[in-house]
């Protein structure tokens, strides 16, 4: 059997042995839209339960729009200009129009980066701007929300006199889904808030994970900050694979009040993502989705976290990650390299102040304390291999022999080539959203 999995740039066809039952799951539902230019602009124009952008650009003197960072694939370069027209059209001037990266606690973008994320034309006309959430200066106090959280938000954002998100909504490793809510927080959180955000307190709770909305403490301490921020309208986007495989195509547009639009869109997502199986599988081979999301070792654990949810305990899983940035932040790659064991890394922490980035490899470790973890992550330097918690392969042919090579015949495999991007559970219905 032979199977092209998501990988860096260009993919990663794999060969795999015979004698096992392979399941392959992907998001099939999803399809591109005939026409997605004219979706965002009735999206724009009709909202889900919010008056049109334009309206609600009337009368405001400023605008601050929020932004992914170059390790999120939104097509930006369709939705801002139908965005930013409206603004315009209501008599915003451009110099008025703020574009935040809503980096949270990653690297800056670069001014190629910034390029890439909005289009070399916005980038040229209107003031693009990094948050940076370790400029604590930078942010506006706000409060703390009921359960305690101290809310820091860029000043840039809350003293704008209308404020937009614009995003896209996947599977997310913690909040159950992107989009919305997170382009405020973590998004243009300083890094006070964010820890508390990403503490164990949420991070160890089983509802904190994939597919987990409605009984997800993290997502609604996430809408407490946006409404204490004062978002106004979001719009964001499914994406979906061409019919042919590889470029993305948007699959569908969710415009509106912040809340009520997320909400269409989670459901959307789920429908179109959810993959089951009857029972959970002896192995799994998964990717990190590749490009931008497998770019550092931080951003690909997200293919493990996804994939855990069917594997048997004691089962194993195997990711491939391009990795061509190699680890990650300096805080990411210091924790990995002073903690060759997951579960002493978990005992670690629980009591102490949070890190920034902790939480990511918080999240690897649960995983690690179930499962044998494999990986064949060309770009993370040699030297880290004896500090991941798990089997580290240079050759990608070698992974796939090792992790098959204990399993009794016929054992049950999964394939996830897009990683993250695919919903899987267990179960005849699975379950998604609670």
Aim: charged share 20%; glycine share 8%.
């Amino acid at each position: 059997m032979r199977v092209e999995f998501a990988f860096g740039k260009s993919g990663l066809p794999l060969a795999l042995p015979e004698g096992f039952r392979y399941c392959l799951l992907e998001a099939r539902s999803a399809l591109p839209l005939g026409d997605a230019p004219a979706a965002i602009e009735q999206a724009l124009d009709s909202p889900i339960a919010s008056a049109p952008l334009g309206q609600l650009a009337a009368g405001k003197g400023s605008v601050a729009i929020s932004v992914c960072d170059i390790t999120r694939p939104v097509p930006n370069k369709d939705i801002l200009p139908a965005v930013l027209r409206r603004l315009e059209a209501a008599g915003i001037p451009r110099e008025k129009i703020t574009i935040l990266i809503a980096t949270g606690l990653h690297r800056p973008a670069t001014e190629t980066e910034i390029g890439q994320i909005c289009g070399e034309a916005i980038a040229r006309s209107y003031p693009v701007l990094n948050h940076r959430a370790r400029e604590l200066s930078e942010h506006q106090y706000l409060g703390k929300t009921e359960s305690g959280t101290p809310v820091y938000i860029d000043s840039r954002f809350v003293s704008a006199d209308l404020r937009i998100t614009v995003g896209f909504i996947e599977p997310h490793l913690m909040l159950g889904f992107s989009g919305g809510r997170k382009l405020v927080a973590p998004g243009l959180a300083a890094a006070e808030t964010i820890s508390v955000l990403h503490s164990p307190r949420f991070m160890r709770d089983p509802k904190v994970t994939e597919g987990s909305v409605e009984r997800n403490p993290l997502h609604h301490e996430l809408l407490e900050i946006a409404r204490m921020a004062r978002h106004d309208f979001m719009i964001d986007v499914s994406l979906a694979r061409s019919p042919q495989g590889g470029q993305r195509f948007i699959a569908g547009v969710f415009a509106g009040h912040p809340v009520e639009a997320h909400r269409k869109g989670v459901e959307f997502v789920s429908r179109a993502m959810l993959e089951t199986l009857e029972e959970p599988a002896d192995a799994v081979i998964t990717s990190a989705a590749g490009y931008p999301l497998d770019l550092t070792f931080y951003q690909a654990l997200k293919g493990i976290t996804a994939a855990s949810h069917v594997v048997k305990p004691g089962g194993e899983i195997l990711l491939l990650a391009a990795c061509d940035e190699g680890t990650g932040g300096r805080e990411f790659t210091t924790m990995l390299r002073e903690n060759p064991s997951g579960d002493e890394f978990l005992r670690k922490i629980a009591d102490a102040p949070v890190v920034p980035d902790q939480w990511q490899l918080e999240k690897a470790a649960l995983v690690a304390a179930r499962n044998r973890l494999l990986f064949y992550v060309p770009g993370v330097p040699r030297e880290y291999s004896a500090s991941i918690w798990g089997s580290v392969h240079t050759d990608v042919t070698e992974a796939v022999r090792s992790i098959t090579r204990a399993l009794p015949k016929n054992a049950q495999v999964a394939l996830i080539p897009e990683g993250p991007y695919v919903l899987a559970r267990v179960g005849k219905n699975g379950s998604a959203g609670s």
